[in-house]
């Protein structure tokens, strides 16, 4: 019997890197790099995928289903798994890997909290301010950081007006406004 709950999926495991896979797609939007803005590192690449994860984690938490949770929780899995995925395709030995992706998740979650209170408060500006601060180091390329907080905005306010069905099944919509049209 302990065999065939080793086989059994977790509860939304496959909606959950359905969901993820679709934040790491719209984290990779050709329009969120260059010059005028986010650096196209692997710093940079983490911190968008941090911040399309965030706002997808955070619109299943508020759900009032009370799959939005576990959910949530699903897709937080599916994210550090393809973390220690990478870690290892990127060649970190096998000692180091487990305090990598502690540290990446300490990135993740502080990242988080102060996107969720940005988006919590209605601020703009707060939330500008944390994108400056973890994604640029406090030094964005001029409009950046107003950009960038433009398009976490207009992506929570479309997250939010989705059906939870819908994610249920795996399936995000991560198009709000096109990128460097004001968002």
């Given at each position: ?26 984290a990779r939007d050709p329009g969120l ?151």
């Amino acid at each position: 019997m302990a065999l065939f709950g080793l086989l059994r999926r977790r509860t939304h495991e496959r909606a959950g890197f359905a969901l993820y896979t679709a934040a790491v797609q719209a984290a990779r939007d050709p329009g969120l790099f260059g010059e005028d803005g986010v650096p196209d590192t692997l710093e940079g690449r983490f911190d968008l995928i941090a911040l399309h994860a965030a706002l997808l984690v955070r619109r299943l938490h508020r759900d009032p289903d009370p799959r939005g949770p576990a959910l949530a929780q699903a897709v937080f899995d599916a994210m550090f798994a393809d973390m220690d995925i990478n870690l290892r395709e990127m060649g970190v030995g096998d000692m180091s890997i487990g305090k990598r992706v502690r540290v990446m998740w300490e990135a993740f979650h502080g990242r988080a909290l102060a996107y969720e209170a940005a988006l919590e408060a209605g601020d703009e500006a707060a939330l500008e301010a944390a994108l400056a601060r973890n994604v640029w180091g406090g030094e964005p390329p001029a409009g950046a950081a107003r950009r960038l907080a433009g398009h976490a905005m207009a992506l929570n306010a479309a997250l939010a007006g989705q059906p939870f069905e819908g994610f249920v099944a795996g399936q995000a919509d991560f198009r709000a406004t096109p990128v460097g049209a004001g968002a």
